[in-house]
């Protein structure tokens, strides 16, 4: 169930973007 439609979870949303971007990232280096 997506909540990114209410002020404090878009920040969540937000939050989950950016762990996912670094761990991609991360795992790319790492490679």
């Not at 979870?9 to 971007?21: F, I, N, P, R």
């Amino acid at each position: 169930r997506p909540h990114c439609w209410t002020v404090m979870s878009t920040w969540d949303c937000v939050y989950l973007l950016l762990c996912a971007t670094l761990y991609l990232r991360v795992g790319g280096a790492q490679e």
